[in-house]
């Protein structure tokens, strides 16, 4: 378990620090939900904290951060791509990468929030700050049921401010007509006081809640509006928005904050993801047909296994073939052997690859997708679900034959329990008002949101872990682990065939079946998230099919491996027409895809044809997108593209889910032709 502490901003030294009260929560909680400036409830829900500085158990060495320092790298250039803003606080991840810290999180700081007080009886607003955090009663009905008000203003520049007496705001300079700022006082204009205002009503609606004065009887406030002082600064010091004539329509609404709840998805979107390993020494040969296609697509410079060293594949092989030995897998010790003997007289593992032709087709974004899928196969322990069933759970030849009809009938082609996914998870930022690069307000579109740096390590953090090198560091909150899950893949003949059925008749019948769906995807380099996918025909079809199964699967998961919802999650192997579907909790296995794959597997099946793609919002989802959160969609940290390119459609067959629902466009789904030919 790892925890948080309440802290105020003037007692950093160590000694105050560990007599301040904790709260415990789990390394997941620290690494997706209880991160910097984040606002969050303190225990039992006594006050509502801002948290703050991050310590450290462990830290990364230097060259296990290049592939998650690539990724950061890549999501920074799509983000700016598309309008958005980078903190000017991130270096540059390839150029300074030891400007860096990368491990995983133990505490976390939390400071109560300076928000103003507001009754729970009789709405009276307090400002005292000799009061705000201590018990007292409401100035006016003696209540003791005072609480922090629970409404932030934020901004998509990532700034967030809290309700207090002084609202920062905008004004005219008389001589320059230049926007400044400023704050104004919530007060009553007649009395000019702020002791007698309260918020009629209990309703949590921003547009209800309007001020009043106690005292005069008249409304202060009909709305809370506040404006972003950072990003006026911002706009002065570059030129921009220079003076109040110029475009004040959208100098005010590029200043605008809104107002939202402090627990609200509004005011914190984590930036996070996860990256598959790709430096892992190779455990297998590849000798099934379609990685053997992948392997000869790339040149042999590019091709996964480059660089790692044969005497670092001998010895992670030597490792794992005493534990064969130990635990009497005869089988596997003879198949670790045979690789070791490979290896040590440098045998090559597949011919030249094809035709030039075929390679010049291969997109960027794709041939990362083949180094994954050919790491996957290499690198990783899988064995066929089917037979684990059988030996470990004593499966009866009826069940094996339930489970093989079943697997026919939805079209999985390989079913495979995955033992060692290796999975990097990282959270490197955060943004607030919306988790895409730009945003709409008050009219104007298209206003970037910027991805914020989380707060530098402090000298207590780095003196702990003996690392004083680490002080001014930009934190990155990352997990490695080795995660168990079911992988799925469909027949290539199969997609081929169907996606002839609905009108997609794919080029260069003479390549191998993989190698033409490859070559008949669009390029989508530059969009990683699929933002786009609906515009492109055949990656919308090809994708879509195996991200809506894989999202099914995840459904299905939870019911029989004992895990929640926000603890599932999936890589997406394109090339290999596939997907893993794995237990992300923790960064050890917990048993329960194993169990799951012994005694229910053919409930597990099941219940993905029928339960997972099920929808309590039909006819009106099915008529639509095909995929809601009642059907298809997952939590944001478990779908590494945030939902983009599901349907039910592409499983059931129904209304295409990129045309407008005004039209008879009808895609025939997988599972309708499935068990053909």
């Known amino acids: 378990m790892a925890n948080f502490r309440g802290i105020s901003p003037s007692n950093t030294e160590e000694s105050v620090i560990e007599r301040l009260p904790v709260m415990q929560r789990g390394v997941s909680q620290l690494l997706f939900n209880y991160l910097p400036f984040r606002t969050v409830d303190w225990e039992d829900g006594l006050a509502i904290v801002q948290l703050g500085n991050v310590r450290f158990s462990t830290i990364w060495e230097e060259d296990r951060k290049t592939t998650l320092l690539h990724e950061i790298s890549e999501s920074f250039d799509r983000w700016t791509m598309r309008g958005g803003r980078v903190d000017v606080a991130f270096p540059n991840p390839m150029q300074e990468p030891d400007r860096y810290c990368v491990g995983a999180p133990e505490s976390i700081e939390a400071a109560v929030l300076p928000a103003a007080l507001i009754c729970q009886r009789c709405g009276q607003l307090i400002f005292d700050k000799k009061t705000k955090y201590e018990k007292s009663l409401c100035p006016h009905c003696e209540s003791p049921r005072i609480h922090q008000i629970p409404f932030v203003f934020v901004h998509g520049c990532g700034e967030l401010v809290p309700i207090e007496e002084w609202i920062p705001a905008t004004k005219k300079n008389a001589d320059t007509g230049a926007l400044e700022t400023t704050k104004h006082p919530i007060r009553c204009p007649q009395c000019e006081q702020g002791t007698n205002l309260y918020i009629p009503g209990r309703s949590d609606r921003v547009k209800d809640m309007k001020v009043v004065c106690r005292k005069c009887n008249i409304q202060v406030l009909d709305r809370f509006t506040a404006r972003c002082h950072r990003c006026l600064k911002r706009f002065t010091k570059e030129g921009t928005y220079a003076s109040g004539e110029q475009s004040s329509g959208t100098i005010v609404s590029a200043l605008a904050m809104r107002l939202a709840r402090y627990s609200a998805s509004d005011t914190y979107y984590p930036q996070t993801l996860s990256v ?23 040149p042999r410079s590019r091709r996964p296994d480059a660089t790692v060293s044969a005497s670092d594949s001998i010895k992670a092989l030597s490792e794992r073939l005493k534990i064969a030995e130990a635990m009497g897998d005869t089988a596997e010790y003879a198949r670790l052997l045979a690789r070791i003997g490979e290896i040590a007289t440098g045998k090559v593992d597949a011919p030249a690859f094809v035709d030039r032709g075929l390679l010049d087709s291969i997109s960027q974004d794709l041939e990362k997708g083949i180094k994954e899928s050919l790491a996957f196969r290499g690198t990783v322990t899988t064995v066929s679900a089917e037979e684990k069933a059988r030996t470990e759970g004593g499966t009866s030849n009826l069940l094996a034959l339930e489970v093989a009809r079943l697997r026919a009938s939805i079209g999985i082609d390989e079913l495979l329990y995955v ?193 997972s793609v099920e929808c309590l919002y039909d006819p009106d989802c099915s008529d639509h997108v095909g995929a809601c959160h009642g059907c298809l969609h997952s939590p944001e940290i478990s779908c590494r593209v945030f939902n983009h390119g599901l349907s039910r459609a592409f499983l059931l067959g129904g209304h295409a889910p990129w045309a407008d629902v005004s039209t008879e466009t009808r895609i025939t789904g997988y599972w309708e032709m499935a068990g053909q030919g």
């Open 276 to 298: 598959l390993r790709l430096d892992k020494p190779r455990l297998s040969s590849v000798d099934d047909e379609i990685s053997s296609t992948l392997y000869r697509i790339l």
């Open 419 to 611: 033992d060692d996914l290796p999975i990097i998870t990282a959270t490197f930022g955060y943004t607030r008002r919306h988790f895409e690069p730009t945003y709409e307000e008050l009219g104007a579109k298209n206003l970037p949101v910027q991805i914020r740096a989380f707060p530098p390590v402090q000298k207590t953090a780095a003196q702990r872990l003996g690392r004083i090198d680490l002080v001014g560091t930009v934190p990155v909150l990352a997990r490695e682990g080795e995660h168990e899950g079911i992988f799925m893949s469909l027949n290539p003949q199969r997609i081929i065939e169907w996606l002839a059925l609905n009108g997609i008749v794919l080029p260069h019948p003479q390549l191998p079946n993989v190698a033409r769906i490859l070559a008949a995807l669009e390029p989508i380099d530059h969009d990683r998230y699929y933002d786009s996918i609906w515009q492109l025909p055949t990656r919308r079809m090809v994708y879509g099919l195996v991200h809506s199964l894989s999202h099914a699967a995840m459904r299905a998961i939870t019911r029989y491996a004992g895990i929640d919802r926000t603890s599932v999650a999936e890589y997406i192997f394109l090339p290999l027409l596939g997907c893993v579907v794995y237990d992300s909790s923790s960064s050890f296995k917990l048993g329960g895809v194993a169990t799951l794959v012994r005694d229910h597997l053919a409930a597990f099946l099941r219940n993905i044809a029928d339960d």
